[in-house]
């Protein structure tokens, strides 16, 4: 008996803190009774999020970010463990290592030097920084001035949240013989703030492959600066860079740069990307003999801006070969300037150009350069077959279920569900009594959390506060809340003190067909007006609200589709005036037929919520 009695003082005290009335979110709770005097319940999903704070503890603080909120970085360790915050992690002293059998699993490092001078023998790395909330990362070299020595790195920054990575050089410098191989870079990473420099540069007869960078990424940027360059008798492949991205911006510069008698082939760069921002320089620009292959530039994607400077310009008695670019099924803007300029006797073939002839500038039409298809986007996209291959590729980037008519929601019905799920880390509001101390600026907030500009993280939250301080639309009304207090009183002053917050239940039946059980409209279904919330990226809680007239909001049993059983209980919202959307809205892509000629719901995802009048229905 004895272990349980040393267990039960615990169990006691915890079930004291839990109702604790000295705590921040117990103060939280009484404000909202006052301000929101109608006794419905506090639901989970909000309560979750109220700071952790205790009283004492948000005294030490308010009274530092009341002195000077630059006070707090000093504290910052502390300060965004106890108040549950999203704060960067310090990167650790520099490391450096020779090699080992089996190195795994670094993070948040900043890694001078692996491996260096090794003659002969296999270097290996197997994971670097992967699954991580706010990596961020330096790796500085790689295996520089080898002999006969094969390096692996198996994977770096893999299914990251607001990842910045910065691998400065890998191989190359001088090796000689031997072969490097990269196999994934920052695969399946959000938000991502991405530079890679040096990838095989300075290698005599030494082989480089890369063979997937940044693919399936989502709403960030990247680069890639010099790959191969001055590289004498290499083999180098690069397989996939920035395939299946959404809304990023790539940026490839300086591939097999003053080569000499190499082999190099881009296989495939953007392809299947939603609105990407794509920009290449200088492809195999000053090269000497060897062979040059691009196989596909920015094939099937979704829109977008594409700047393609300087392919094989002024090489010498080489041989080119570019076969596809910009055969997509809903172009976006292009920009292809300097092909072949200045070239020396070089064999240059370019299969097929997909884009209006007014972008492609700078055309060194010799005997020596072969065009063989050009393809106007007005006369290559008018056939039906075009454009459903449109309309595919639209779809593609609209998730099943995201978007559904009201009819939609009767039971019986079996629709797919998108993954609804929060893809940014647990974070808590702060007190107002501090979060309105830190002035609500990028510079401010970079200075008190540590967060470096120029990284993935103080990116979201420059583009956070541009948000915010955006002019609201036609009809609409909106607020920042940088504390739940902000989030109560927007809302009761948008639709009065008698009101309720709702929000999706779980995750459960993402990702898969679910079967509609039954369904009630809130407020029996009458046209409201409601304030939805959705979260932006800051080190706390900020919410997005804004007014949205002229909605229904409903909220329906989500059943297994073979069991019948009830796994979820879901929230949707449907709008009933759509007449200021874009027409390109994704839900006209999944839907049609356009703006203001239907009503389009969606359900309420993990982390946002919408408030509505209270229901006496």
């Known amino acids: 008996m004895a272990p349980l009695l040393l267990l039960l003082p615990f169990i006691f005290s915890a079930a004291l803190t839990s109702a604790n009335p000295f705590t921040e979110k117990a103060a939280l709770i009484r404000y909202w009774n006052r301000k929101i005097p109608n006794n419905l319940p506090h639901p989970d999903f909000l309560v979750s999020k109220l700071t952790p704070l205790s009283a004492a503890a948000a005294a030490t603080f308010y009274k530092l970010a009341s002195t000077d909120p630059t006070l707090l970085s000093s504290r910052l360790s502390s300060f965004c463990s106890a108040a549950g915050l999203l704060c960067p992690a310090d990167l650790n002293t520099s490391l450096s290592h020779s090699p080992q059998p089996d190195f795994k699993a670094y993070q948040n490092s900043n890694f001078t030097n692996y491996v260096t001078d090794v003659n002969g023998g296999v270097s290996s790395f197997k994971n670097y920084s992967d699954n991580l909330n706010v990596p961020v990362d330096t790796f500085r070299r790689y295996n520089p001035h080898s002999v006969f020595n094969t390096d692996k790195f198996t994977s770096y920054a893999r299914d990251g949240n607001v990842v910045t990575a910065n691998f400065t050089s890998y191989g190359g410098s001088s090796s000689v013989g031997g072969s490097e191989e990269f196999t994934a870079y920052d695969d399946s990473s959000n938000v991502p703030d991405l530079k890679f420099t040096n990838y095989a540069s300075d290698g005599n007869g030494h082989d480089g492959i890369f063979s997937q960078y940044s693919v399936n990424a989502n709403a960030g940027g990247q680069s890639f600066s010099s790959y191969a360059k001055h590289g004498n008798g290499e083999v180098s492949e690069f397989t996939s860079y920035a395939n299946d991205t959404n809304v990023v911006g790539n940026t490839f510069a300086h591939y097999g740069e003053e080569g000499n008698g190499g082999n190099s082939t881009f296989a495939s760069y953007g392809e299947n990307g939603n609105v990407p921002e794509n920009n290449f320089r200088a492809y195999g620009e000053l090269t000497n003999g060897g062979i040059d292959k691009f196989t596909s530039y920015r094939d099937q994607s979704n829109v977008g801006d594409n700047f393609f400077t300087s392919y094989e310009k002024t090489g010498n008695d080489g041989t080119a070969d570019f076969t596809n670019y910009g055969n997509s099924a809903n172009p976006g803007s292009d920009n292809f300037k300097g092909y072949a300029e200045g070239s020396f006797d070089d064999q240059i073939t370019f299969k ?22 050009y393809h106007n986007s007005s006369s290559s996209s008018s056939t039906p077959a075009a454009e459903q291959r449109k309309k595919a590729a639209a779809e593609r980037w609209v998730e099943p279920g995201k978007f559904f008519r009201e009819r939609s929601l009767r039971k019986g019905t079996v629709m797919p569900m998108p993954d609804i799920s929060d893809r940014t880390a647990p974070r808590s509001f702060l007190p107002r009594s501090i979060s309105g101390k830190i002035p609500f600026s990028a510079t401010a907030v970079d200075g008190i959390f540590r967060i470096l500009p120029d990284t993935a993280m103080g990116k979201a939250v420059e583009s956070t506060v541009a948000d915010c301080e955006r002019a609201p639309s036609r009809s609409e009304t909106k607020r920042c809340a940088a504390s739940a207090e902000d989030m109560i009183d927007f809302a009761v002053a948008v639709l009065g003190d008698d009101i309720q917050v709702r929000s999706t239940a779980s995750t459960k039946g993402s990702k898969g067909d679910i079967l509609i059980g039954d369904v009630r409209g809130v407020n029996g279904g009458k046209i ?90």
């Not at 150009?353 to 055309?363: E, L």
Request: aromatic residues 14%; charged residues 20%.
């Open 352 to 373: 097929e150009y997909f884009a209006d002839n007014t972008t492609f500038k700078s055309y060194a039409n010799t005997s020596s350069v072969d065009f063989k298809g």
């Open 528 to 617: 409201t007006e409601s304030v939805s919330c959705h979260q932006s990226l800051f080190p706390y809680l900020v919410y997005y609200c804004h007014s949205v007239p002229r909605v229904r909001v409903y909220v329906a049993d989500i059943l297994a589709v073979d069991s019948k059983e009830k796994i979820n209980e879901g929230v949707a919202i449907c709008h009933l005036d759509t007449s200021d959307w874009s027409p390109t809205h994704g839900a006209f892509v999944a839907l049609g037929p356009g703006p203001g000629k239907i009503e389009v719901c969606h359900w309420i995802f993990e982390g946002d919520m919408t408030w509505t009048v209270a229901d006496r229905t």
